[in-house]
């Protein structure tokens, strides 16, 4: 019998400023629908600290801690092999060419891989990164 692996799980979010707590959740929940237990496995959740008002909503709802960056620490990221997408339209709004998945990454370490790339939703995108 094998022993089943812990995973450690990271949300990575990005969003403008009209996103609200129901639209994040509603692409969260609708993303991760396909990845057995991946919210009630969720240890953190990661965004922009620009976003830090949605951010710590967003954490609440899912039971997480909000780990919070600046743009420049993404864009340190976004240079990972790890990273699968990148947004021009981000890099001219914030300063980073990545943040749903950037921030996912970043909260988890150089180790981290993407579970679930770049989704767009209303308002805001999602990523979903694990360690294992």
Request: proline letters at 5%; one cysteine or more.
């Amino acid at each position: 019998m094998s022993e089943e692996i812990p995973r450690v799980r990271a949300i990575g979010f990005g969003a403008n400023s009209a996103a609200t707590l129901a639209d994040v959740l509603a692409l969260v929940r609708a993303t991760t629908d396909a990845v057995a237990n991946a919210v009630a496995t969720t240890d953190v959740v990661a965004t922009l600290r620009a976003r830090e008002p949605l951010g710590y909503e967003v954490a609440a709802a899912l039971g997480c801690k909000l780990l919070l960056f600046s743009p420049d620490e993404l864009a340190r990221t976004a240079t990972s092999p790890a990273l699968i997408l990148q947004s021009p339209r981000a890099l001219a709004a914030v300063g980073t060419p990545s943040v749903a998945e950037a921030a996912a990454l970043a909260a988890l370490g150089p180790q981290a891989r993407l579970v679930i790339a770049r989704v767009t939703g209303r308002c805001c995108t999602f990523a979903l990164a694990e360690l294992s």
